[in-house]
């Protein structure tokens, strides 16, 4: 069972850059599976940051995009800030009408 | 304002049934595909569920076939999520989201979420 892989953790520092990934651990991501991304805080519902691989959400800030980088969807933040420190989760859309998601990635701004 | 509010958890037994709802407003809910993800406590999202946005078509993770069922009434605007057969492990928040267009597409936007709790 092909499974969805996103690093654990990862720190930024305030105005730092940090690209998130999201890989299989069998093949290769495209944007045939039509990767987006989602920020979450603490008891928070998720919120919709990247669609079709690149697609900004509404209301989501340009520090937010998202990119093919070789095997993996990426979601790059430019310009971190305090309140972007929260869990991303990436999904991947796998056909038959079904989605996965990764496992999340805890993102650190300090 | 386009809004997705759940409603329906709870503390239910083991092997007993639940049924969620998702009442949406603000926007035309028969254009869009529709779906639940669920959360358990400290852990990670999990796709569960898809329906068209017409029913005709639904499909389901793997954890839950044969045991979830998920339906719409486009003429109350409201999604369900019938869970049958509950076990430990469907204890969760569960989300209804929408998609961003008629099918299976990614999530445009998110409910609050609903607790619901398996335990004897």
């Known amino acids: 069972q092909t499974v969805v892989t996103q690093e654990p953790s990862f720190s930024v520092s305030p105005g730092g850059t940090v690209t998130l990934t999201c890989g299989l651990t069998?093949?290769?991501?495209?944007?045939?599976?039509?990767p987006s991304w989602y920020q979450q805080t603490p008891g928070q519902a998720p919120r919709t940051l990247i669609y079709n691989t690149n697609t900004r959400s509404s209301g989501v800030p340009d520090r937010f995009s998202g990119s093919i980088l070789g095997n993996k969807a990426a979601l790059t933040i430019t310009g971190a800030q305090a309140d972007d420190e929260s869990d991303y989760y990436c999904v991947l859309y796998m056909g038959s009408g079904i989605w996965v998601f990764g496992g999340g990635t805890k993102l650190t701004v300090l | 304002q386009e809004q997705l509010v759940e409603s329906g958890g709870g503390v239910v037994q083991p092997g007993r049934s639940l049924r969620l709802s998702c009442a949406a407003s603000g926007f035309s809910f028969s254009s869009y595909g529709m779906h639940w993800v669920c959360q358990a406590p400290g852990k990670g999202l999990e796709w569960v569920a898809v329906?068209?946005?017409?029913?005709?078509?639904?499909y389901y993770a793997e954890s839950v076939k044969g045991r979830f069922t998920i339906s719409r009434d486009n003429s109350k605007n409201t999604l369900y999520l019938q869970m049958n057969s509950l076990r430990a492990e469907d204890t969760a928040v569960y989300y209804c989201a929408r998609g961003i267009a008629g099918g299976s597409d990614a999530f445009a936007m998110w409910g609050q979420g609903t607790m619901v709790t398996v335990s004897s």
């Open positions: 069998s093949g290769s991501v495209s944007t045939s599976y039509y």
């Open positions: 329906i068209w946005y017409d029913g005709t078509k639904k």
